[in-house]
């Protein structure tokens, strides 16, 4: 069972600006050179801390693309989960991460929910596990069409290793992101959680 003191140390460590470009460069065929920044909200969303979650190919920052939110929550008797939500407007927040003042307006009605699109975390000896619950199906539409992921990663102080990748909704095909393994994206900066996330306790990993 989890504890609220444990959102520190997970924020802590999803907080930051990562890259693969290590990975990319041993096997190219199959890593996309990316960068993701992962920008904790001082605000609070449904009352729940949150970070904002942008990526953008290594070489081009200036085209960056699917724009999220995690939300931090922790339910009663429950263990911590992490839930997704959309950008109603994802043009308008597009490079907010290169420019995070614009983070601070953020309010609930700018968001959607996606039904299903949640993981449930747990603490390993070193790391953070998140995995989607029994029978969960990420989906949402998208120019008309439905889509669906596959959410889940771990994540230690200096590495996220996702395994979010694309399926066709109807064969469970993989499409893109980590078909062949975990992207390893290594922390290259680590971004300080907001004051507003002072008064959460702290058990480090």
Not at 15 to 38: E, K, S, Y
Not at 67 to 94: K, T, V
Not at 123 to 146: L, S, V
Request: proline letters at 10%.
């Amino acid at each position: 069972m989890f504890s609220a003191s444990l959102l520190k140390p997970l924020g802590q460590a999803l907080a930051g600006i990562f890259d693969n470009h290590q990975q990319a460069q041993d096997n190219p065929t199959w890593f996309v050179p990316t960068r993701v920044w992962q920008y904790p909200l001082s605000q609070q969303i449904d009352g729940n801390y949150a970070i904002f979650v942008e990526q953008a190919p290594l070489l081009k920052p200036e085209q960056p693309y699917r724009q999220r939110l995690m939300l931090l929550s922790q339910p009663p008797e429950a263990p911590l989960q992490i839930i997704y939500r959309a950008f109603r407007h994802p043009q308008a927040i597009a490079g907010a991460a290169r420019d995070p003042q614009r983070l601070n307006s953020l309010q609930s009605e700018d968001f959607l929910e996606l039904p299903g699109c949640c993981l449930q975390v747990i603490q390993g000896a070193d790391r953070f596990i998140a995995t989607p619950p029994e029978g969960a199906r990420c989906c949402f539409d998208y120019q008309g069409k439905t889509r669906q992921v596959e959410l889940g990663f771990d994540v230690t102080p200096d590495c996220l290793y996702s395994r979010d990748r694309g399926v066709d909704p109807d064969s469970g095909k993989g499409l893109w992101g980590a078909l062949m393994g975990a992207y390893e994206y290594r922390k290259q900066e680590q971004i300080p959680l907001p004051e507003t996330w002072a008064n959460l306790g702290t058990s480090p990993l």
